[in-house]
Each structure stands twice: as structure tokens, then as C-alpha cells.
């Protein structure tokens, strides 16, 4: 059995993974590493673990536990602090943050500065024997790493909900334009006043207008798609929901192309894909497809009066934009079935 820590386990994105874990068929979570709640069991903190996952929650001074793979659901530059001892020990990382998803220094550090961080990377050597973790894009590459930085919740959705068309060039770059919703969980456990629910209940507002830093893994990766650089309009807003990114994306069609031309892209894409379906504009998409699954689901559409696709990508922010995305970058780096410990449908109502 593939030997699976978290640090930061504590978190929605630890709990996430441990929730997967707990029945993955060949890997085994052996230990849960946090700076609060220690001496708590997991299912103390969340009680419908309670008999599935029991794990006492150690402080990382305390840990000694041998594993072969480390989850990192920690904040922005705690990943990179401790990376290089787990690496010379011998293990893979996988981390939810942003201290991976780029290949240089100076990317990091535009990015750093775009939340208000040192810009400074602190593992920089690292950098380069990492991968970027949409595994639908980077599969092979994902397979050689060492580290894979999971990518951002909202470049997930974005980027397999664009992709496609981008590749093909069937779409005009300089038009696309992403409206992505969030519910509130992707904000964290930890708690604030914007979230205090008689503030978040029958709300919705925009946040980071024209500044959030996911677009900067949307751009790189429509760039490398496209060969030429593609800047993109890209907006984000929360919404009353608990789980959940719908990403409405829209770029005006080049000259020639019909729907079926889209349709097709998408479909020959993900055709072999696990976790991507692809629905026609006569089928219907929403959050309850995704909910609780590491699904993308991508409704086509095309608006023939003004000559624009408008794409609907959804996705679960806590499982294919996280949790879900790091087992299934987990299964990758160590050779097991992709869909292991992920076959599971979502929840209805």
C-alpha cells in the first residue's frame, strides 16, 4: 500500500483527501500533520469520519512517520519551507498551492505579488523538477515529477473548459472572455466576517476584479496551447452555495467554424478522459452534475446571432479543484490505476 501524510490536514483540503483516502483501494493515510488541534482525532474535528478515519492530528515537530507521498493543503509558502527535507527523504509531493505551479522564479514571484506575498521562492531549485497538475494537460509530465503543484480551483475549470478550442484554433484568443462562480467553501475553514452567514446568506458579489491570480495559470497554459500569448478577461464572484465553480466562457468563433466544429473538439479531447463529459447545447449542465465528485462537466453551446461560443465549465472547488485533482495526480506519479479511490458518483438532492 502506497503510504499517504497530509499536512495541514485539518482543512477543508485535508479533510477532502482524507475522505478519498479512506477508501482508496491502494493507498493508506498514516498520518495527519497540523499546527492546531493536536492531540484531536480527524474525526473529532469531523464527525462523519467517525470510524472510517480516526487519525490523531500531530504537530509537524512531533512527526516521524515514514510515507512515500506528502500532501501539502497548507497556505501559500508552507509547501516550499519544508519541501526539500521531504524530497531528500525520498518522497513525492503533492501541494495545493501556488508555490509549484510555475517553472521559474521570476513566474512565481509575479505571482506572489499579485496576493500581496514575498516574492522571494524558497526552494527555487525545486522549481524545476516540478509539474503543474491538470492532469488532463499534462498527464506524462505529471508521471515524471517529483512535485506536482495542484493547480488553482478556478484555472481547472477554466482551462478544460477552454482548452479545446484554443488548440484547435477555432476560437479568436483575443475575445475570450471567463465569468467564473464560486460558493463559499472556496474561501477556507478558517473564519471571517465576509463569511459569517447572516453577511454570505442571499449574497453575491465580484472580488478581485481584473486581478485574480488564477489568471496567470490560465494565460501561461493558453499560451503554450496556442503558441502566441493569450491575455483573457477574467472575472470571479462567490455565491450563496457551500461547494461548487460554474466558469461561463465565451470567445467569439473564427470564420468558418459551425458548432459542430466545437462540439467536436471537445468531444475528441476528452473522448478518453475519466472525469471530463462533454454535453451538447441540447442537454443541460449544473453544480449537481459535479457535486461531490472530481467530475468536469463542459456544456457547449453556441450563440449563431453574434457569431460566440459560450461554454459552460463546471466543476467541484474542493474536489476537482483540489482534493480530487491531488489523489488524481497521486495515482499518476506513482504508476496506479488514474481513477483509483475517485469512482464515486455525487449526491442528490
Known amino acids: 500500500m502506497l503510504k499517504v501524510k497530509i499536512v495541514g490536514a485539518g482543512g477543508y483540503g485535508g479533510v477532502g483527501a482524507s475522505e478519498i483516502l479512506s477508501r482508496h483501494p491502494e493507498a493508506e493515510l498514516v498520518s495527519l500533520i497540523d499546527l492546531v488541534d493536536t492531540g484531536k482525532r480527524i474525526s473529532d474535528l469531523y464527525p462523519h469520519l467517525e470510524g472510517i478515519c480516526d487519525l490523531v492530528i500531530t504537530h509537524p515537530d512531533d512527526d516521524d512517520t515514514d510515507a512515500d507521498v506528502v500532501f ?44 500581496n ?14 509539474a503543474y497538475g491538470i492532469a488532463e494537460m499534462h498527464r506524462e509530465e505529471i508521471g515524471a515529477a517529483k512535485i506536482v503543484g495542484n493547480p488553482g480551483c478556478f484555472a481547472v475549470s477554466a ?11 477555432l476560437v479568436e484568443p483575443d475575445t475570450l472572455v471567463f465569468d467564473a462562480k464560486t460558493g463559499v467553501s472556496g474561501a477556507g475553514k478558517k473564519p ?17 476584479v481584473c486581478t485574480h491570480q488564477h489568471v496567470m495559470e490560465v494565460e501561461r497554459e493558453l499560451g503554450l496551447l496556442s503558441g502566441n500569448d493569450v491575455p483573457v478577461t477574467f472575472n ?10 460554474m466558469t461561463s466562457i465565451f470567445a467569439k468563433v473564427s470564420s468558418g467554424v459551425s458548432y459542430d466544429d466545437l ?27 459535479v457535486r461531490g465528485t472530481n467530475r468536469c462537466v463542459i456544456w457547449v453551446n453556441f450563440d449563431r446571432r453574434t457569431n460566440t461560443m459560450v461554454v459552460m465549465s463546471h466543476i467541484d472547488n ?29 449526491m442528490y438532492p
Open 159 to 169: 482551462l478544460l473548459g477552454a482548452a479545446p478550442v484554443v488548440k484547435a484554433g
Open 318 to 346: 474542493l474536489m476537482k479543484g483540489q482534493a480530487g485533482s491531488a489523489v488524481q495526480n497521486m495515482n499518476i506519479l506513482f504508476g496506479i490505476e488514474e481513477t483509483a479511490g475517485l469512482k464515486t458518483p455525487g
Open 236 to 245: 470571479t464572484q462567490v455565491i450563496p452555495v457551500v461547494r461548487g465553480i
Open 72 to 115: 501539502f493543503a497548507t497556505p501559500d509558502r508552507v509547501g516550499m519551507k519544508m519541501a526539500s527535507r521531504y524530497i531528500d527523504a525520498g518522497y513525492k509531493i503533492v501541494d495545493y498551492s501556488g508555490d509549484f505551479r510555475f517553472d521559474t522564479a521570476e513566474a512565481y514571484a509575479e505571482y506572489a505579488s499579485r496576493i
Open 192 to 208: 471571517h466576517a465576509l463569511f459569517h452567514y447572516p453577511h454570505r446568506y442571499d449574497e453575491m458579489n465580484a472580488y478581485k
Open 263 to 289: 462540439l467536436a473538439a471537445y468531444n475528441d479531447t476528452y473522448a478518453d478522459e475519466p472525469f471530463v463529459t462533454v454535453i451538447g447545447e441540447k442537454g443541460t449542465a449544473g453544480n449537481r452534475h
Open 117 to 130: 506575498l514575498d516574492q522571494e521562492h524558497l526552494a527555487p531549485e525545486l522549481l524545476g523538477k516540478s
